[in-house]
């Protein structure tokens, strides 16, 4: 059992978890949930012992095996597949004396415990997160070198999962994901055999994959059982409960001091008054659930509403090199008022469909035509970067509006969250969510026609995604969103378009048939992945695809030398003339490790045949 006792937590002076106490059983799925900054990413800090508390304890069961994302995403040669299985450091460790080991009892030792692990289902296990994560069979294969940061987050998150600790850690572990991995990750945690503690804003993975809600507010946790539509029910109860709690204790408190005005200085009365002040003493106040506003998030409206359709795109092709472009044959229009979602896989080509869209790629061939005078408001999430961390929200506003007097720049930041001190407040002083809203009152700042948003709320919490929500709703121009929010998603959308198989297509489907799909196809290989750099000539890809499968051939064949060692040492220790009376149980445990030994000899094999006849194909 997690327990959390008289928990008091300060960081840089502020006081973050006042004296609170907590107790998680195992095998609990819960969702951490708090306002940004409010001391959630501390609290694991505390937990997996990096952090001091002021005051209190957290325990664990003396044997847990605490399991975290990595803060730094892995790099390197080495293959996806492989970094992965080193994850669990048993196995590795076991699999590395194997090799070495001599002693016949050892050996067994160790095979045994490797059976007692399942380490010969360990690759296809991994494969399986890897793929659900969004890589193919052919991605699980290349150094992680070869990939971006964001991608490479998504190979930490598969090492930690494939890890299986036993108790799971895990910050917005959805903010690497597209909606395809997301989907998965809340099936793959719903389903998780030990204890698990998610920080998410995120509704729909808090609604699916827990089973409890730890609630962090003005330095109190609270654990309430059920998934987060249940967590809000029962706190809008306990809202109301204290708040009639209040009005009781004020009206009981008002009695006894009026009895103790009015009767102090009469002797007779004296002692009665006396006892009113010391059961008013006693009486300890009632602390009111202060609900905290959430600053609503608002759209300018276009000066003019256009003729639709606003954008028409008639067989269009589009990438970075016109031998290979990432989307082929694009027929599409967009119209005033509409609210469409883009769907599918990182790397499918919504960036570049978006790009095209905001006029910033230029089609290799077809016809875009835009309304006369559109304008179009575009936010992605690496633009946070580009915000200039030495000056102000009110610096930001200024440069937009020129000579306009200070009264009105003041007031235009105002409107977009920025309002008194918080005007003044440095870029880089922001949180991320501060800054997520500084970029999206800048980038809609002069009433576009359209807005783009490209994975808008990855730094907002709970509340402010739904501010923004309203905000979608709420705009009188066309909205883009590409996000893997999937309450976002179904509140503001009204069109679902799947950008895949280098083109784009009308989903006619909803979210859930959408979650069926991908959960039912998610471990079979998906398409090319887009790059940012320009694609390869077609003869390359030949000679890329013939260096994959030679890789793959030799990875093969070093792990039929390797298992058939393993075999080979099996076979020595059940040789031993006693192994069977003298420890009979290790002897079985023994003939199963040879067994499983055996059937994993058998898929490198196949293994081999089948890259070595691609490889023929190929050649050919």
């Given amino acids: 059992m997690l327990s959390i006792t008289d928990l008091s937590i300060r960081l840089a002076g502020r006081l973050l978890i006042d004296q609170s106490s907590v107790q998680i059983t195992p095998g609990s799925r819960v969702g951490l949930v708090g306002r940004n900054g409010t001391g959630k990413s501390t609290l694991f800090k505390v937990i997996r012992g990096e952090l001091a508390a002021e005051h209190g304890s957290v325990t664990l069961p003396p044997r847990w095996r605490i399991g975290s994302l990595a ?38 030792e160790i095979q045994t415990r490797l059976v007692d692990i399942d380490a010969h289902s360990a690759p296809s296990r991994a494969a399986a997160i890897l793929s659900g994560l969004g890589f193919s069979a052919a991605d699980q294969l290349r150094p992680c070198a070869e990939f971006s940061g964001g991608w490479r987050m998504r ?35 719903a389903h998780y055999p030990r204890t698990v503690i998610v920080i998410s804003h995120d509704r729909d993975l808090l609604e699916s994959s827990v089973d409890q809600i730890l609630h962090l507010e003005r330095g109190r946790l609270t654990l309430y059982k059920g998934t987060y539509s249940s967590f809000e029910e029962q706190r809008a109860a306990r809202e109301l409960l204290d708040a009639k709690a209040v009005k009781r204790q004020e009206a009981e408190r008002a009695r006894l001091q009026a009895f103790v005005d009015r009767f102090k200085a009469k002797a007779s009365k004296a002692r009665q008054a006396q006892s009113r002040v010391k059961m008013l003493e006693r009486l300890k106040p009632i602390t009111a659930l202060v609900t905290e506003d959430v600053r609503e998030i608002s ?59 905001a006029g910033r790629l230029a089609p290799f061939s077809g016809k875009v035509t835009r309304a006369d005078k559109l304008s179009i408001a575009y936010f992605a999430q690496h633009q946070l970067d580009e915000l200039n961390e030495d000056a102000s929200a009110y610096d930001h506003v200024r440069k937009l509006m020129g000579d306009a007097p200070e009264a009105k720049v003041r007031a235009r930041a105002g409107a977009i969250g920025f309002s008194g001190k918080a005007a003044d407040t440095k870029a880089g002083k922001l949180s991320g969510g501060e800054k997520a809203r500084l970029l999206l009152g800048l980038a809609t700042f002069f009433g576009p026609n359209m807005i783009i948003l490209d994975e808008p709320t990855n730094h907002l919490d709970i509340d402010s995604r739904g501010a923004l929500a309203e905000a979608i709703n709420e705009f009188p121009g066309a909205v883009i969103m590409v996000s893997h929010d999937r309450y976002l998603i179904e509140a503001c959308a009204d069109r679902l378009w799947i950008v895949a198989d280098r083109t784009v297509t009308n989903y006619d489907g909803d979210l859930d048939e959408y979650r069926r799909l991908v959960l039912s196809t998610r471990n ?34 070093a792990e039929i030398a390797r298992v058939s060692e393993i075999i080979t040492k099996i076979d020595t220790a059940l040789a031993l003339p006693d192994i069977f009376t003298r420890d009979p149980k290790q002897a079985a445990q023994l003939s199963k490790a040879r067994a499983n030994a055996a059937d994993a000899l058998a898929r490198a094999e196949e293994q081999w045949l089948e890259a070595s006849t691609q490889f023929d194909e190929a050649a050919g």
């Fill in 71 to 108: 803060q730094e995403a892995p790099n390197g040669p080495e293959s996806l597949i492989s970094v992965v299985l080193k994850a669990d450091l048993e196995r590795d460790a076991l699999l590395t004396e194997a090799e070495s080991a001599t002693d016949p009892h050892r050996i067994a």
């Fill in 524 to 557: 079979a290989e998906g398409p090319p992945r887009e790059r940012s750099a320009p694609a390869e000539k077609p003869q390359r890809a030949r000679s890329d695809n013939r260096g994959s499968l030679k890789k793959r051939i030799a990875e093969a064949e």
């Fill in 155 to 189: 190979v930490a998150l598969a090492a930690t999962l494939f890890a299986a600790p036993d108790l799971l850690l895990l910050d917005e572990p959805t903010n690497y994901l597209d909606l395809e991995g997301t989907l998965w990750l809340e099936d793959h945690l």
């Fill in 299 to 357: 759209f300018p409206a276009p000066e003019k509403i256009l003729s639709p359709p606003i954008i028409a795109v008639d067989n269009a092709s589009v990438g970075y090199d016109p031998a290979a472009p990432v989307l082929n044959r694009v027929t599409l229009r967009i119209d005033n008022d509409d609210r469409i979602a883009l769907l599918g896989a990182n790397g499918n080509g919504k960036s570049t469909l978006v790009k095209l869209l």
